[in-house]
Structure formats: structure tokens, C-alpha cells
T-cell receptor
């Protein structure tokens, strides 16, 4: 059975701090790992990673995948209160189904 | 691009009634759409994969006769919760896969919050 584990489950930081969110996985026929941000509604897409060692960056957010050790990290630098959300990691299999298996998420709260 | 809409945003209904939720891809064609359910403070659980022009594929433990899925066109999939009961109250989210992307990228609709009294 596919498994995606995120850590920590929840954290609170002060504005300006840097955070690292972790995602480890066990999946048959791995194809891609995706990060999403979920505020009050549905998840919004952040990154898709398919290759090891190549960092993807968007503003203050960055992410990297390690396919040998089966994990990914999401970094957020200079956090702002608007970064408060649940961050979801999902892993996709190869094949026509293209289903995603989601982790339970990391709830990030950024305080002033 | 890659915008997905859902309707309604939230719905309250009486126990025993049926509720239909629509999922539309607004600026692209989606041969495959997915339906998820999310309970409070939990992650997304895939319910079924909806394929245009064919029967949906349901995940283990999801009742096909209770959650009817119809994907009649390349831009519309519907989920009907039949004879809804309070335990069906949840946040239902659809997503659509862009084209023939083999890398699993999915874009999500804004979700529908269902409350069954």
C-alpha cells in the first residue's frame, strides 16, 4: 500500500523565520511528488518534482526531491503570516491512472 | 490557465435526499477528473477516478451506488450523493488532470462543503 508521511504534523513560527517541511514516501512505480498549499478551501499547486537533486524555486519557497532516500523537503524562507496554511505532499504513480496519494499534511502557523 | 470550478460551494440538505455536485474544467479539456473527500483536519482521500465516456473507477470501500459519478463531457464531471446521511457530511473536492500529463499534475476545484441534517 502506498504511504506518504509528513512531518512535523504542526508547527508555529514567528514571522521572518525559515521553516523546513518534510515528506517521506513509499510507493510502487513512483512517478512524481507534488506539494500543495491548502488554506480554507481546496489545495493550490506549488511544485511538482520528478528528478532527484534539482531544486525548484518560487519566490521564498523551494523544494527538492531525493529519490534514493525517498523524501522531499519544502523550504519557506522569511515566513509571513500569509504562509499560514496546511502544506500537503502527494505522490503520484506511473501508469494511466495517475492517482495521487496524499500525506496528512503539516499545519503551519506564522505569528507576528 | 488550468482553472477548475465546483458548484455549489456549500449545501445543506435533509437526511435521505440526494445532492449533485458539479466539477468543471474552465479553460482546458480534462479526460480524467478525480473526486476526493476531506474530513476536518484530515488529508484528502481519493474516492474515485472519473473518465470521460466510461465508468468511474472507485477506491476500495467507496460505495458505487451511493456516490454516482458521471463524466459526460471533457469539461464536466458530476458526483451525486444519493440518500445522503449525516455521516456523508464532508468537504468534497474535485481535481482535473491537464491533458495527457503522465506526471500526475492535478488542479483542484474550490471544494463543496456538504452538511446533511
Amino acid at each position: 500500500e502506498d504511504k506518504v508521511v509528513q512531518s512535523p504534523l504542526s508547527l508555529v513560527v514567528h514571522e521572518g523565520d525559515t521553516v523546513t517541511l518534510n515528506c517521506s514516501y513509499e510507493v510502487t512505480n513512483f512517478r512524481s511528488l507534488l506539494w500543495y498549499k491548502q488554506e480554507k478551501k481546496a489545495p493550490t499547486f506549488l511544485f511538482m518534482l520528478t528528478s532527484s537533486g534539482i531544486e525548484k524555486k518560487s519566490g521564498r519557497l523551494s523544494s527538492i526531491l531525493d529519490k534514493k532516500e525517498l523524501f522531499s523537503i519544502l523550504n519557506i524562507t522569511a515566513t509571513q503570516t500569509g504562509d499560514s496554511a496546511v502544506y500537503l505532499c502527494a505522490v503520484g504513480r506511473g501508469g494511466t491512472a495517475s492517482k495521487l496519494t496524499f500525506g496528512t499534511g503539516t499545519r503551519l502557523q506564522v505569528t507576528l | 490557465g488550468a482553472v477548475v470550478s465546483q458548484h455549489p460551494s456549500w449545501v445543506i440538505c435533509k437526511s435521505g435526499t440526494s445532492v449533485k455536485i458539479e466539477c468543471r474544467s474552465l479553460d482546458f479539456q480534462a479526460t480524467t477528473m478525480f473526486w476526493y473527500r476531506q474530513f476536518p483536519k484530515q488529508s484528502l482521500m481519493l474516492m474515485a477516478t472519473s473518465n470521460e465516456g466510461s465508468k468511474a473507477t472507485y477506491e476500495q470501500g467507496v460505495e458505487k451506488d451511493k456516490f454516482l459519478i458521471n463524466h459526460a463531457s471533457l469539461t464536466l464531471s458530476t458526483l451525486t450523493v444519493t440518500s445522503a446521511h449525516p455521516e456523508d457530511s464532508s468537504f468534497y473536492i474535485c481535481s482535473a488532470r491537464v491533458g495527457d500529463s503522465s506526471y500526475n499534475e492535478q488542479f483542484f476545484g474550490p471544494g463543496t462543503r456538504l452538511t446533511v441534517l
